[in-house]
């Protein structure tokens, strides 16, 4: 609430509870685990591809006539090819000396000097021949259904957004999951549809997640707790490529649904008893962590349920300017993010032929920036908000502005990296990229609950339907560009996500606001109502009282 203010005096603020075994902070650690699910269940299939798809080869025979050529012509001791070689080299469907000598991919016989000594099972061969197009559109199917319910699921989360629903969201897409591999078996379409069916499930369940956080943060913790919610998704973005290698290396490529679609259950089962809609409804609240939530919460129960009908302002929210500065930034970033999500593993597979214990480790190195920035990034947010050092517009602008430029200058320096040898320089590029996450934190996409707190259900909706479309776009431009799997094709791929980052950053830092929104106030006589409650002290004796038992008698 921004002003404390009814008849003539002044309310006084309460000091925040111990977040330390706090309902609040459980509530929002749950939260992460959500968060966890959602992006692990969604980016799984980007690393199970790579053990599930077989490399494009040629004829067994000629294969090895092309290796026996090239290791006779390039190697000293003109040793005989084994049948280990040819299990360790995977070539180009187009692979011939001709492209080796002119060097235009990393060489067979770098890669052979680095690998012969390592166990077969590195470099786990798929069982299903399909090509970069039906790829790429398994990739997408999942974004399909995504931007379907984005904002329906928003605009129901706003109107009767609850736990059950949250859950059930969940519970949905961790089934799906458990049978991804009996779809794959069937064929790419099984597949596909098996996907397309997740994203539909988890389109609902984001703007549930937003519109239940703001019932539980305070205006002083609010990107402390926003960002121990949103931490899910870089810790999942960090650990989804080892864990699926450890898995597809010691279990198989199925298991990599079975384990993760299990632990959504788990989560589910969990959730059930320890969530709760409303601080009111918890049986174990404090009072003072109720009347701390009470008085600095966005939205309070009298907001969300009042008898008259909710009037969404849809003029004003389709010509916000800050609104529709966010919608393009986003779609701009999540085009970089789902670049380097989904192409890293196979850029590190087709261009810099990794093993794959060895891809599933370094493919996740801008991740573990990511996840350590995130956490970072909130405190050194939340510092600089508390002591005024700017105004929140310019202060998000300032985190926008620094993290996008270090991720536009990361990607275009992936082509500097060398075929052997290049541990150091990965690790240097890609620590780059985890500036990303700076952008995000302290950036742009927390200015929602700041533009427009009480519509925060249905604007995620929105925003997260223009960052849903790289992901169905991004595999299509790429399965067409890459289609020779030639570095300088894949250096193209990284360029455009440069050049869509800078230029979201150049957008936002001009256009973007953190303004609470005029449209987005709460009506006058439900703010009288509210401090109403908030001056009679309305703490429920009995828990598990509905927030709403007092409100006829508070508007008598």
């Not at 961790?174 to 064929?187: D, E, H, I």
Request: proline share 4%; charged share 15%.
């Amino acid at each position: 609430m921004p002003k404390d203010l009814q008849f003539g005096h002044k309310i006084k603020r309460i000091k925040a509870p111990s977040l330390f075994l706090s309902c609040r902070l459980s509530f929002f650690v749950l939260c992460l685990f959500a968060t966890l699910n959602f992006v692990i269940l969604r980016l799984n299939i980007n690393f199970a591809l790579v053990c599930m798809v077989k490399s494009p080869q040629e004829h067994a025979q000629t294969q090895k006539e092309n290796l026996t050529s090239y290791i006779t012509n390039s190697t000293n001791d003109g040793r005989e090819v084994t049948s280990k070689d040819l299990e360790l080299i995977q070539f180009n469907h187009e692979s011939s000396t001709d492209h080796v000598d002119d060097g235009s991919f990393c060489q067979a016989s770098e890669i052979l000097t680095n690998s012969t000594d390592q166990d077969d099972t590195m470099f786990y061969e798929g069982v299903f021949e399909w090509d970069k197009t039906t790829q790429g559109n398994i990739l997408g199917s999942f974004y399909y259904g995504y931007i379907f319910t984005n904002i329906i699921g928003g605009w129901v989360s706003d109107k009767l957004g609850g736990r059950k629903s949250f859950i059930a969201s969940i519970a949905v897409l961790s089934l799906l999951t458990l049978l991804n591999p009996l779809a794959s078996l069937q064929g790419p379409l099984y597949l596909f549809i098996v996907r397309f069916l997740q994203g539909v499930s988890q389109g609902a369940g984001m703007p549930l997640m937003n519109i239940l956080s703001a019932r539980w943060a305070g205006h002083s913790e609010r990107a402390f707790l926003l960002g121990v919610a949103y931490g899910g998704f870089t810790i999942a973005a960090f650990i989804t490529n080892p864990v699926c290698a450890f898995i597809c290396t010691n279990f198989g490529w199925s298991y990599i649904f079975y384990i993760t679609g299990g632990l959504g259950i788990v989560w589910c089962l969990v959730s059930y008893f320890l969530i709760y809609d409303w601080p009111e409804e918890h049986p174990r609240i404090s009072k003072e962590e109720l009347e701390f939530l009470q008085k600095n919460r966005a939205i309070h129960p009298l907001a969300q349920n009042t008898n008259k009908k909710i009037i969404i302002p849809w003029k004003s929210i389709l010509l916000s300017g800050p609104l529709n500065t966010l919608y393009f930034v986003h779609f701009c970033t999540l085009w970089g993010f789902v670049t380097l999500n989904m192409y890293i593993p196979q850029y590190f597979k087709e261009i810099l032929k990794m093993d794959i214990a060895t891809n599933g480790t370094l493919s996740s190195i801008p991740f573990l920036g990511m996840l350590i920035l995130h956490w970072l990034t909130g405190s050194i947010f939340d510092s600089m908000r508390r002591r005024n050092f700017c105004s929140v517009t310019n202060l998000r602008k300032g985190f926008n502005t620094f993290g996008l430029s270090f991720f536009t200058l990361s990607l275009c320096l992936i082509s500097l990296i060398p075929c052997t040898d290049n541990t150091l320089e990965i690790i240097l590029i890609f620590t780059l990229t985890s500036f990303w996450e700076v952008a995000i934190v302290g950036g742009y996409i927390f200015s929602i609950f700041e533009l427009a707190p009480r519509f925060a259900g249905l604007l995620t909706g929105i925003s997260n339907t223009f960052g849903v479309i790289p992901g169905f776009l991004c595999p299509t431009l790429v399965g067409y560009l890459t289609q020779n799997g030639k570095p300088e094709e894949w250096y193209l791929v990284f360029y455009i996500a440069a050049a869509l980052g800078g230029l979201g950053a150049l957008v936002y830092l001009i256009f973007g606001s953190s303004e609470l929104q005029p449209w987005a106030d709460i009506q006058s006589e439900t703010k009288v109502a509210e401090m109403q409650v908030l001056q009679q002290k309305l703490i429920p004796e009995d828990r598990n009282q509905n927030p709403l038992a007092n409100q006829e008698q508070v508007n008598s």
